[in-house]
């Protein structure tokens, strides 16, 4: 969670005494009281909410499992349903939250990979021994979606406006990655978010890149190559006689390589997304990427698989152009909110598009309608309104409707 940006809005009280989350005498109150059964409570509403004391590099207040919904909309801990998001889809199944400081992500792509072709999964079993439901598994998109929902990156209040940068960027992506692990390993270990790229300070960059990624030269066994996971913004790409090579935003002496037959299907399923770079807009969206990558050859990074999602210019994720005008109004009105994320739901037309959460003590959700929506996007959201009597609808055809008032 973009922790300064916050601060302002959120109080505890330890031991009969409350603590703005900026006052510096917090973290010696927390200090004190760990490990007792004392426990700080969030005062965002009445009578408060009970929080965890978890201790990294200093003593910080995390939410506890199960009560994001409880807090007030507009508080950093506030968590909507489950339903409101494609989250509700993979938590207790594919998201594991053993406590408030550790969390295990299963996903669908390995940590590891073997030179070559992928091993054959083999053919069907005609009578076999037993058969398994199927369990829900995170694909690198929803593991995207994860990371920039835990850093805080799906929500905006007022305060953040001209906080957000590329060092932001890296701070709150590479913290959320602390706590999580992925097929055993420790998911800050395996991710890579590149800091503000500065000529003057490109060798001292180099050199923490380079240490950074060294595992990647460091095989699983004698024959697996272990994988990392670089998120940034993608920056461009061209042919070269060994693929195509990938430009990544703070990274612009150090591209990524992936084989060109799988270039062209990166630019056929993301062809929205990377060609809402050129939009008609006055604030042009950014393209973010995951990639999983590999050490084919020392100090040369090759992409295995690749997600990317579009976002504003201050990174608040989108799930098209059509929703940018109306983040893009509230953030000038100066109203809190947050983006629901897809993570691996078929589709995103059965969340509201936005979350209000300055208009009352339940957030407001905001719906956008486009003429240039896919049928069956159309027909889902379409759907979800029938339910929804009172809901506040945006027809992009036509002029944005008032606003909910702010309370």
């Not at 506890?64 to 909507?80: A, Q, V």
């Not at 594991?96 to 070559?116: C, K, N, W, Y």
């Amino acid at each position: 969670m973009q922790g300064e940006d916050t601060l302002e809005l959120t109080r505890y009280i330890i031991k009969g005494r409350t603590y703005p989350a900026a006052d510096p005498g917090l973290p010696d109150a927390l200090a004190h009281v760990y490990g007792s059964p004392e426990r700080p409570r969030c005062l965002c509403v009445p009578g408060g909410i009970e929080m965890y004391i978890a201790k990294h590099a200093e003593y910080i207040v995390k939410r506890m499992p199960d009560t994001g919904n409880l807090h007030h909309p507009t508080c950093p801990s506030f968590e909507p349903e489950p339903g409101m998001s494609g989250l509700g889809e993979l938590v207790g199944e594919a998201i594991i939250e053993h406590s408030p400081d550790q969390v295990e992500v299963r996903t669908d792509f390995a940590m590891s990979r073997l030179p070559g072709k992928a091993v054959p999964r083999g053919d069907a079993v005609i009578d076999p021994a037993e058969v398994h439901a199927p369990r829900k598994r995170m694909s690198l998109r929803a593991l995207l979606h994860f990371l920039f929902e835990r850093a805080g990156f799906n929500r905006w209040y007022p305060a953040m406006e001209g906080r957000r940068n590329q060092g932001v960027l890296h701070k709150y992506l590479s913290e959320a990655a602390t706590g999580v692990t992925v097929k055993g390993a420790s998911l800050d270990e395996r991710l890579f978010v590149p800091e503000p790229f500065r000529v003057e300070l490109k060798d001292e960059i180099g050199e923490r890149r380079r240490k950074k990624l060294a595992l990647l030269l460091s095989p699983e066994d004698a024959v697996q190559y272990k994988m990392a996971i670089i998120v940034g913004e993608y920056n461009g790409s061209e042919p070269t006689a060994f693929g195509r090579r990938i430009v990544v935003k703070h990274m612009p002496d150090v591209p990524l390589y992936i084989d060109t037959k799988t270039w062209e299907r990166v630019e056929r399923s993301y062809a929205p997304i990377l060609q809402a770079r050129d939009a008609d807009v006055p604030k042009k969206p950014r393209v973010m990427m995951a990639a999983l990558v590999y050490a084919k050859r020392e100090y040369l990074y090759q992409v295995d698989t690749v997600s990317m999602m579009l976002t504003t210019d201050q990174w608040i994720p989108l799930d098209g152009l059509h929703e940018l005008p109306l983040i893009e109004v509230l953030q000038r009105e100066q109203r809190a909110f947050m983006k629901p994320m897809r993570y691996d739901a078929r589709s995103a037309a059965g969340f509201p598009n936005v979350l209000l959460l300055d208009s009352g003590t339940v957030p407001m959700p905001l719906h956008v309608m486009s003429p240039l929506m896919e049928a069956k996007e159309r027909s889902a959201k379409e759907k979800v309104l029938a339910g929804l009597p009172a809901a506040w609808v945006w027809m992009t055809a036509k002029s944005m409707p008032a606003l909910p008032a702010h309370r």
